[in-house]
């Protein structure tokens, strides 16, 4: 049966098992990760339906979204069926799904830890290939006011500048922030670049009376604090 399906296309299936009718029918909580990502890519080839393209897109990246949602425009490209415009789409997707997860209440969020701000923050650390650094922005019981991306940069690093954090930090009226940012490198150890950027934004903000909290690097699932490590 299985056989005979990978030679039809979709629109030859039976209605019940087109991704496009089962996401009406049944809700997009139905579809497999390869369904949902069949619908992106709309159309197969002479050979192949979108269900088996999109099939072997995920075997690529061994089934992880996460991994997918690294791969480049022409990265995605290297897959049989995938053009530049089905990428793009991919792309997109991909970053509407991170942005997603960046939209956190941050008026509910309390931070009282080092654990509590890589919860906060790792999911959206956790695809990206390049450098950014980011701050947060907490009222007086360490509430979050907001969060925001300060700087973006290459592979091996970012320019922040100090005066633009602490401009955020007074119109946000925050009585204290926390600096993070990544090591696309893997290496979790702070540059000397990282411990006088830190140490210069402490004494800074202290002139303004503003704390400085903590200072996270993240790779991956993992984290380096600061505050942990008695750096500030």
Not at 27 to 51: M, V
Not at 127 to 145: K, T, Y
Request: glycine residues 6%; charged residues 30%.
């Amino acid at each position: 049966m299985v056989e005979r399906r990978n030679k039809l296309t979709i629109k030859q299936w039976s209605k019940e098992d087109r991704p496009r009718e089962k996401l009406k029918k049944q809700g997009r909580q139905s579809l497999s990760d390869a369904e949902l990502l069949a619908i992106l890519i709309g159309s197969g080839t002479p050979t192949e339906d979108a269900l088996t393209i999109a099939q072997k897109l995920l075997l690529s990246v061994d089934s992880d979204l996460s991994k997918l949602s690294k791969q480049s425009i022409p990265e995605l490209m290297k897959q049989n069926g995938i053009g530049e415009a089905k990428a793009l789409i991919i792309s997109a997707c991909m970053e509407l799904g991170q942005r997603r997860k960046d939209m956190v209440k941050p008026e509910k969020l309390k931070i009282q830890s080092s654990a509590n701000i890589h919860n906060l923050m790792s999911e959206h650390f956790a695809d990206l290939a390049h450098e950014e650094f980011w701050v947060i922005f907490l009222n007086r019981g360490n509430f979050i006011i907001d969060k925001k991306c300060m700087s973006k940069g290459g592979i091996s690093g970012t320019v922040v500048d100090i005066r633009i954090i602490l401009k955020q930090a007074i119109e946000s009226l925050a009585s204290s922030i926390i600096l993070c940012h990544n090591h696309p490198s893997g290496n979790l150890k702070p540059s000397n670049e990282d411990i006088l950027l830190t140490k210069k934004c402490k004494e800074a903000a202290l002139l303004m009376d503003i704390k400085l909290l903590d200072h996270l690097i993240f790779h991956e699932n993992k984290y380096y604090s600061f505050c942990d490590e008695g750096m500030l």
